[in-house]
């Protein structure tokens, strides 16, 4: 294998542009090893971040907030000191974690196949964005561009990223989630007030049908199917700018 | 940036502070102290802080540090011993919703991971920092978290594919 890991990620993370995406597909045309590891990466691409901030609970910290904001500097170091009982206790955490692990994690769970399933778990993950979760600048075109390339390429279709700004709305990343083994394209939106939404797409062997609205995890959620494609709406949007937004959404595709 | 908006970014960061400093130590009471040992540090040096740089990198790469130097500092070693199991606890699995299952399997996937490989899949995909920046952090060459990211992910995609890996993978750890 010759091509770098640092390549195989950006290529895999959809962070290369056309033209490198281009180059990409020559070489991995030629590479096995490498498609192999194109392969791995594209089945672990997974909604991380969400799990983490759906899953490790945050207590109340306004005691170390109220000490960020009254601090006064002090020569002194001997508050880290309070640190040195951690170290005592470090000790591999997480083999302990994998040893407790069957505790601390469910066992496996049966693989969901439903439609309803499947935009429930899109809803969770949803519920969990805020402005803060979505970065204010939006990326270059050739970002993207790339980033489309890769969509359209494993969802084994031409998929075009809707055009929102004349409804006050930016496009900000298009990322490929492995659900099941099947790849799931998710398009964020940050509109220019409100709470950031997504369009989510996935392939799809059923009948076309239009949009039906529903509210699961306190988001809202219109889902229709179109040419072969699953298509999920996800955001706390309010249902008049929704109908806005997804008029628009289908104006611009088709869908 | 001004004193007053150094502490409202530092303050807006806790929640990300703390579920990274309870990855690695496993405990709300040393996650706890880590987070306040972090922002005391990040409060002492906030003159060195650049503005136009990332504040989140900034901080998680002093937290990164006291971690590390607090191993050293006493010595400890991996193996050495084990925190109580209880202690151990990192999520509420009360939760039975399907798509929390999903996340859970997810989560537990990165945990299964060595220490080297969960840091760089934790500052990249939870963290959002750039290879780069994740690689500062942790204080080695960039093709070495990308590395790290790529033997990373391929283990999460074995384990994902095949749950009997997680258990392999557990005995291996």
């Excluded at chain 1, 009254?70 to 951690?86: G, M």
């Excluded at chain 1, 700004?165 to 394209?185: E, H, M, N, Q, S």
């Excluded at chain 2, 706890?32 to 503005?51: G, I, M, W, Y």
């Amino acid at each position: 294998m010759t091509l770098s890991d640092e390549k195989l990620l950006a290529y895999a993370d959809g962070l290369l542009s056309p033209a490198e995406i281009a180059d990409m597909d020559r070489l991995l045309a030629d590479d096995p090893d490498a498609r192999e590891t194109i392969a791995a990466l594209e089945q672990s691409a997974l909604p991380y971040r969400e799990a983490a901030e759906a899953l490790i609970d945050v207590p109340d910290l306004s005691h170390i907030a109220d000490h960020i904001q009254s601090y006064q500097p002090v020569a002194s170091p001997s508050r880290l000191s309070r640190f040195a009982p951690l170290a005592a206790s470090i000790a591999v955490f997480f083999v302990v974690g994998l040893l407790a692990g069957q505790h601390i994690f469910p066992p496996s769970a049966p693989k969901p196949t439903q439609w309803a399933v499947w935009v429930d778990r899109i809803a969770s993950y949803q519920a969990l964005y805020t402005r803060a979760s979505v970065s204010p600048t939006n990326p270059p075109d050739s970002r993207k561009v790339g980033q489309m390339l890769r969509v359209s390429k494993l969802l084994g279709t031409t998929i075009k990223a809707p055009d929102l700004a004349p409804v006050d709305a930016d496009y900000k990343y298009a990322k490929v989630f492995a659900i099941d083994g099947r790849p799931l394209a998710q398009i964020a939106y940050l509109p220019k007030s409100g709470e950031p939404f997504s369009l989510c797409l996935m392939k799809t062997d059923k009948p076309d049908h239009d949009p039906k609205f529903s509210t699961a995890h306190g988001v809202n959620v219109a889902s229709w199917r179109k040419g072969g494609i699953a298509y999920v709406y996800v955001g706390k949007t309010p249902r008049d700018m929704m109908d806005r937004y997804i008029g628009a959404i289908r104006a611009e595709t088709g869908a | 940036m001004t004193t007053d908006e150094f502490r409202d970014d530092l303050t807006a960061l806790l929640p990300r502070l703390w579920r990274y400093a309870m990855v690695k130590c496993r405990n709300p009471d040393k996650a706890n102290d880590l987070v306040q040992a972090t922002c005391e540090r990040a409060l002492s040096r906030s003159h060195q802080f650049q503005a136009g740089t990332r504040l989140d990198a900034w901080t998680i790469t002093i937290m990164q540090s006291i971690w590390k130097n607090d191993l050293r500092r006493d010595s400890i070693r991996r193996g050495a011993g084990f925190v109580d199991a209880e202690d151990a606890r990192l999520v509420d699995t009360d939760e039975s919703a399907e798509g929390k299952i999903f996340l859970s399997q997810v989560l537990q996937a990165v945990d299964k991971l060595p220490e080297a490989q969960k840091d760089a899949v934790y500052l990249v995909y939870v963290q959002g920092l750039s290879y780069e920046e994740a690689a500062a952090t942790l204080d080695i060459p960039a093709g070495t978290l990308t590395s790290r990211l790529v033997r990373g992910r391929s283990k999460i995609a074995e384990m994902i594919n095949d749950p009997s890996e997680r258990e392999r993978s557990i005995e291996r750890t």
